[in-house]
């Protein structure tokens, strides 16, 4: 595979990042992952929105360039036809110590992957490990540091889940590990609200413009539901049990997919 390394083509072994580099010294910096279908990058304009949000809640200054010919130049180069990209962006290297350096030199780095089968329906459980602080910037932001996401997986894996509902401080659910919460109840299709500590989430968003609303959701709301299903970037996945209540209905999730071009 080949990656673009500050505007370098490079394969991926020859591709070294600084020593001091700050994303990986700190975790500073942000990425996006983007789904490509049929040889076409997915919904560029909202990753790069939400991109250029985090950039400036960090305040780390986005490198002049054209970011989608540069996405189209690893994509083209690894021959991608379905698979995905991911493009980090660091405040890049710095002295030693939290401070930011005054006048940053950012890193910015695009790999590729191939494509991967459809997941099975999901099997969650109510991470207790961690919760979500819906009061810090970062919930809005698709940081570098997902040690609490680490945390939450990790116990999805050793109770035989493959995922992990993150509540937030007040007890109410955010997201997943990895992904946004769709809950059909009584006929209406609800997630949590970004001040719930939810990740304003690409397919989130695709999903509010198909009649998605927003609601706070609580266990006993989840439990009680007809159907749940996860959006990512890279899929729509049914939810086959949450702790030991298992749901049938996969039925809205599949209709939504179709209809958004993901089945």
């Known amino acids: 595979m080949?990656?673009?390394?500050?505007?370098?083509?490079?394969?991926m072994q020859d591709a070294h990042?600084?020593?001091?580099?700050?994303?990986?010294?700190?975790?500073?910096?942000?990425?996006?992952?983007?789904?490509?279908?049929?040889?076409?990058?997915q919904r560029f304009p909202a990753h790069h929105a939400r991109l250029m949000r985090g950039a400036q809640i960090l305040g780390i200054p986005?490198?002049?360039?054209?970011?989608?010919?540069?996405?189209?130049?690893?994509?083209?180069?690894?021959?991608?036809?379905?698979?995905?990209?991911?493009?980090?962006?660091?405040?890049?290297?710095?002295?030693?110590?939290?401070?930011?350096?005054?006048?940053p030199q950012p890193t910015v780095m695009i790999?590729?992957?191939?494509?991967?089968?459809?997941?099975?329906?999901?099997?969650?459980?109510?991470?207790?490990?961690?919760?979500?602080?819906?009061?810090?910037?970062?919930?809005?932001v698709k940081s570098l540091n997902y040690l609490d996401n680490i945390l939450a997986r990790q116990e999805?894996?050793?109770?035989?889940?493959?995922?992990?509902?993150?509540?937030?401080?007040?007890?109410?659910?955010?997201?997943?590990?990895?992904?946004?919460?769709?809950?059909?109840?009584?006929?209406?299709?609800?997630?949590?609200?970004?001040n719930d500590g939810a990740l304003p989430g690409v397919m989130r968003a695709a999903m509010m413009g198909q009649g998605a609303q927003e609601a706070s959701l609580h266990l006993s709301d989840l439990e009680q539901a007809d159907e749940l299903f996860l959006t990512s970037s890279l899929s729509i996945r049914p939810v086959q049990a949450l702790g030991a209540r298992t749901y049938g209905s996969f039925e809205v999730a599949h209709r939504l997919a179709k209809r958004l071009g993901e089945a």
């Open 156 to 194: 999805a894996t050793q109770k035989g889940a493959d995922d992990a509902l993150l509540l937030n401080t007040q007890g109410r659910i955010a997201e997943t590990t990895i992904a946004n919460i769709f809950a059909v109840i009584e006929g209406r299709l609800l997630t949590p609200p970004l």
């Open 111 to 140: 790999t590729a992957a191939s494509g991967a089968a459809a997941p099975p329906p999901a099997r969650l459980i109510i991470a207790t490990v961690t919760r979500r602080n819906e009061f810090s910037p970062l919930s809005q």
């Open 2 to 11: 080949k990656c673009l390394l500050n505007g370098h083509l490079l394969d």
């Open 17 to 41: 990042i600084a020593p001091a580099d700050r994303g990986f010294l700190l975790g500073d910096g942000l990425f996006e992952t983007l789904r490509v279908r049929n040889g076409r990058i």
């Open 62 to 103: 986005i490198p002049a360039g054209d970011v989608l010919a540069d996405l189209e130049r690893v994509r083209a180069a690894n021959t991608l036809e379905d698979g995905s990209l991911r493009l980090t962006l660091t405040r890049g290297p710095g002295p030693r110590g939290v401070l930011p350096p005054a006048e």
